[in-house]
């Protein structure tokens, strides 16, 4: 492997990304986030800050086993005015079971000055003194460079000197940071072609942020510019804007520079996984247009487009999916042609013949559902129950007779001005007659609240199903609340499977319990449910 | 104005965004967008593509009137084997009211043998005949060179041919695509800086896809390398990953770069404002990340950062967020901006001293009740009452005692499934009790019924108003149909006006109720009506 095209990925995802306005990880989440990482291929995994909350100290008292990356602690140099050996912060930082240690410390005369009131050669030393320590103690020492594009804007010959002495106190990597996130990309290439001048490459890292959406670009700059250190955060965690993100960085680096990581083709292979994984543990809805791993990354609307891409696929995909462990997807919208239907079936694992003339039933239908106001663009698994219940393959596994809800606003006994929903359900399963009535905080959740109650017990399977979002939208919106209405339903269930359903009607209520009906149908017929 | 440093922008909002997915323009979303477009500065908004669906038909039927901006049209170049004069797709796109037409043609050998089967030669023919006869049509032809950066690696002397013929036959602008959105910035730069050689940088366009996360920073390198028109779309809309986000471009080029657009300082205080209405019109929550305009782009978490920020801005803020209309928000203690509802009170016409202390108790219930989910960004008219009602100027109209509505799904006597909703009110106008009951197509609708049927004898002012929008979205998708709800209404009335209005609840019913109560008072304290 030649020197000269590995690049070394460091992630702080567990430190810098924990700072992500929502994001709160457990130590659990940590452990099992850092053998991801570890698992991945990534070089480094910063676990977070020793000393500065219980739930980093938690996860550095027993840190998970490490079999191909190394885990970083990271922390401040020392005070000043201290020696290194006597600083409580850099003692504690030290103690910890990692054998990498990144300290941070200022090169901005302005931020010395005004922010710190620390005198200019004092700063130095404190970098001095705190590498050579760090260096003396664990394997690694790594020194941030915080503000360092700033610094060097304003000071160069001090922010170079303070990265100089970094490294001649024995830092093995020196990593220049853009803190505020403001530096543009030609910038920050012109600014690591100079530092190169005073330090190698192969010792220099780069840390970015997403304020001007420039995150990943500026860290491939100062690659190509010889930096061979790159410290993101998975799906550019982070705060503010985020940090530059690794899930975008390493494929670019990998597939379209040539550069080598700690990762083989096989574990790019497996970065969506990783991606989703991250998301699941923060319960966040993963982002469709993510770029190589979103759902939406290699999704493709309109026939035209779609038989251009099944001609040759590098007309609109710039690499192929497979490669991030992404898929192809075929939309099929009110613009869909007889191959994209086609298409979509082969995705969904259903091997029907083009000439199949179910095909062109299936196609009339969704035409004709589509003028109503369905759009299965975004509710794949409406899209499927359709097409499989054409081909006669989903059971009926409940039929609703009839329903009621009551929406009542009145004061209560003590005087408050109080809004009840309360839905009565009567319904058929095998047979059986099944009648039932629940409340809720409105109509829909009343509704789902009575379904449930009756379907639990014949299909304890549902259990696990949760519904993760609601939209409504309305479809003529200058007949407005009296127009035709179009509810989406996004469900999941505890393996963080999710799927989107659709219902449509003149009634919303109507309309969400058939977006409902799918997504619980949808869920009975992956899990293999028979009729009851 | 220096020319060199002037830089168009074109946004592809209406016609690239169009093709998110799960995003539905209607042709009133299209009206309303391109106004607004066209009142932040924008050079050229793209309306869509005239004889591709009914939707772009029936606003280019009857555009907006721009006053600083030019519509453009989008469509094909010629087909192969026709003249241009007599080809029916041009005809179309030339017929149009647009005066700017942008034509979009192959320049890669690769894609006109496969994906076309088109002689090289006719390629470059269908170009220049196009372009010619648009260019003799309209005020303005511009040519889109699809796939150009792959072209360019391909077969660089076809590929330039193709811009040379589109700008000899009278293009304005040769806009170059990278359509499938693999080029990385440093590719950009170089091939640019290759073209520029060819066509004069004053004739040169961008148009960035962002599947590496490199769209914005493509952008500016062709910029730098010499392009003087940049296109996106609002928020980076688009689809697979989206477009160049003309959101992120716009302030980086203006404030960062020194180069100049069509929108003044002014204009670029009112970016976040605009990159919130698309959000609005299209039932989206607003990315909370977005660099410049996300809620979180200027906030500080953490005592040491907001203590450094309050000594300095520099050290976390890149740039000043009042520059694009954003605020510094401070996580611990959440100090919103007292001047920020001074500005607000201007904007609707009331003069308030600042030192006035209902100032302090109306800003501490506007917190109080964004903390509950209400957002007055998008919803003026409730904020306007809000304002108005504590300098008690607002009469209270009716007042409701109770609602009641049932929605019913059952079979009735020809066998049909049918869900009926029907509403019961009870309301006291002037002292005096009334009672009703309505039906309608859904809760929401049978409610707005019974409350007109009470009102409209009382005031007859009423008689024109109409519900244009209704909008609702979960504010809390985790919990999903038991979440906090928040319901924003549009209405109208015969003149043309339009104020949208706010209701937030935990029952989706009661906020819409909320939300139809603010949309009545304020068309009766709007038409100076006074309490009955």
Known sequence: MSREKRVYLYDSTLRDGAQTQGVDFSAADKTAIARE???????YVEGGWPGANDTDDTFFAHPPEFTRGQLAAFGMTRRAGRSAANDPGLQTLLSTPARVVTLVGKTWDFQCKVALGVDLDENRRMIADSIAHTAATVNEALFDAEHFFDGYKSNPEYALSCLKAALDAGARWVVLCDTNGGTLPG???????????????????????????N???NSLAAVMAGVRQVQGTLNGLGERCGNANLISIIPSLMLKLGYETGLTTHDLARLKHVSRLLDERLNRAPDRRAPYVGDSAFAHKGGLHVSAVERDPRCYEHVPPEAVGNQRQILVSNQAGRSNVLARFREIGLEVGAADERIGHLLETVKQMEAKGFAFDGAEASFELLARRELAEVPEYFRLSSFRVIDERRWNARGELITLSEATIK????????????????????LDAALRKVLLPVYPVLGDLRLVDYKVRILTPDAATAAVTRVMIESADAKGNRWTTVGVSANVIDASFNALHDALTYRLFKSGQKAA
Request: proline share 4%; net charge negative; charged share 20%.
């Open 37 to 43: 990482l570890d698992a991945l291929g990534i070089d």
């Open 187 to 213: 910038e920050v290439a012109g600014i690591v072609a100079e530092v190169t001048k005073v330090i190698p490459g192969s010792h220099l890292g780069i840390h970015c942020h997403n304020d001007t959406e």
């Open 215 to 217: 995150a990943v670009a």
């Open 427 to 446: 319904m058929e399963i095998a047979g059986e007659r099944h009648m039932t009535v629940a409340e809720g905080n409105g109509p829909v959740n009343a």
